[in-house]
T-cell receptor
């Protein structure tokens, strides 16, 4: 079975502060990890995936197989980053989401 | 066109009604998905269609009946629902089924907010 754990329901930071949204997973096979973001009143959209190792909107995430983690990081938070962030794991033919973390960036 | 379009946006139905949710994409994607999302919870997978055939049913009650009439359309037929079925129903698509490994990005629709009274 595949499982994704996001331990924080809410993360509140000041503008310009670093951000780290935690994600841990469990899966017996070779996983694909993703971060999805949902801005207020908008559809769920892909932020980044571990395969491409890209940086989107200043966010990065590194897959750490030893710690089974895929934490999302950004060095300087911006107000427009405020949203719900879901970590997701694809195993086989399923995409499973974590519980999500609300990021609030205060001015 | 990189959108997944869902209709209606909102639906209120009685427990004895029959209604359908519709999902459409014109990106040439051959895998389509239904998810259910309760308030303040993550999306939960319900069904996966791969090349217009049902490949995964996550033990969803039979009062939910999916249909994929062609590669662009996905329907979810609803009958005799319960109030606890009230939720946001999300449709998603990807270029190929995830088990194939290639381009695994899933595009999500805005969802249909369903209220069962």
């Amino acid at each position: 079975a595949q499982r994704v754990t996001q331990p924080e329901k809410l993360l509140s930071v000041f503008k310009g502060a670093p951000v780290e949204l935690k994600c841990n997973y469990s899966y017996s096979g070779s996983p694909e990890l993703f971060w999805y973001v949902q801005y207020s009143r908008q559809r769920l959209q892909l932020l980044l995936r571990h395969i491409s190792r890209e940086s989107i909107k200043g966010f990065t995430a590194d897959l750490n197989k030893g710690e089974t983690s895929f934490h999302l990081k950004k060095p300087f938070a911006q107000e427009e980053d405020s949203a719900m962030y879901y970590c997701a794991l694809r195993g086989g033919n399923k995409l499973v989401f974590g519980a999500g973390t609300i990021l609030r960036v205060k001015s | 066109d990189t959108e997944v379009t869902q209709t209606p946006k909102h639906l209120v139905m009685g427990m004895t009604n029959k209604k359908s949710l519709k999902c459409e994409q014109h990106m040439g994607h051959r895998a389509m998905y239904w998810y259910k999302q309760k308030a303040k919870k993550p999306p939960e997978l319900m069904f996966v269609y791969s090349y217009e055939k049902l490949s995964i049913n996550e033990s969803v009650p039979s009062r939910f009946s999916p249909e994929c009439p062609n590669s662009s359309l996905l329907n979810l037929h609803l009958h005799a629902l319960q109030p606890e079925d009230s939720a946001l129903y999300l449709c998603a698509s990807s270029q190929t089924p995830w088990s194939r490994g290639s381009d695994t990005e899933a595009f999500f629709g805005q969802g249909t907010r369903l209220t069962v009274v």
